[in-house]
């Protein structure tokens, strides 16, 4: 919005119309510079000169108006910018979440499918048949290996725990599958992990879909593993915090009853 000049402008007009006709006026009332009138010719001018202070005055007045009026525009034209500013921020800031939640989500992803990769190159051979298995159907041979260990009682077993026998059982089985499940157990981790130090809001639905691609025997060997030495003290805190173990078949335990309580009730019936 811009000011109206035309106050100032008949403001101008008139003073410089007084101006010019005030000594045909004084000259009027001074007639023929008669001396006597001298006094009233001095107090003539006394007149003009208040008149002049007035406009000035007025002059003035109508500065401030206009300064205010200015001052105003300026008030208004901040408020405008701060709000776009406010605006930008504010987009530049969901545009960054986007940015953040995309980029995760291409690692996460990209994580998974190098995992999926890892379980489709596992094989193993039985030389006696010569079976070949491959992929997760080699989970079940790991598992029957693994409960064929356990039945191989050892002295010390008839004085341990159950957690104890757990991990020692694990722990003598583990070098029969380290090359094969090693690189398998790592890789599993690290995906947990990494959904875990994430910013993202429901990192429970990212760990559902690892969950999701777990058979019943990764899970059985993920039950075993995080017993053990080797992820007792850094996966197991994740398989119970997300309830990783929840589609476990816990029918399928060597010793169901007692070895479920080995581990948290949360690691099997957290709310997703």
């Known amino acids: 919005e811009k000011a109206s000049w035309w106050p100032f402008v008949l403001i101008v ?46 002059g003035l007045f109508y500065a401030i108006l206009l300064q205010r009026r200015e001052l105003k525009l300026q008030r208004e034209e901040l408020r405008q910018t701060r709000t776009e500013l406010r605006g930008q921020k504010e987009q530049a800031i969901a545009q960054n979440a986007t940015l953040a939640q995309q980029t995760f989500d291409n690692t996460f992803f990209q994580l998974l499918r190098l995992h999926n990769d890892i379980v489709n190159s596992i094989d193993l051979f039985n030389e006696t048949t010569g079976k070949e298995t491959r992929g997760r159907d080699c989970f079940r041979v790991f598992y029957s290996r693994f409960n064929g260990r356990w039945n191989q009682n050892l002295p010390e077993d008839q004085f341990s725990t159950e957690l104890d026998r757990v991990a020692r059982t694990y722990k003598n089985f583990y070098p029969q599958i380290e090359a094969e499940l090693g690189h398998y157990f790592r890789s599993l981790f690290n995906i947990v992990k990494f959904i875990d130090a994430s910013t993202i809001k429901n990192k429970r639905l990212y760990t559902n879909l690892v969950r999701a691609q777990l058979s019943s025997y990764e899970l059985l060997m993920l039950f075993y593993n995080c017993l053990s030495d080797l992820g007792s003290e850094k996966f197991r805190p994740f398989v119970e915090e997300y309830a990783l173990l929840k589609m476990v078949p816990l029918k399928l335990l060597i010793n169901a009853p007692v070895q479920k309580d080995l581990y948290s009730e949360r690691a099997y019936s957290r709310a997703t």
Request: aromatic share 22%; glycine share 14%.
């Open 13 to 58: 007009f008139a003073v410089f119309v007084l101006w010019i006709g005030s000594p045909f006026l004084i000259e009027r009332i001074v007639v023929g510079w008669d001396f006597q009138k001298l006094g009233v010719f001095g107090d003539s001018f006394g007149a003009v000169n208040a008149l002049f202070s007035g406009l000035a005055f007025t």
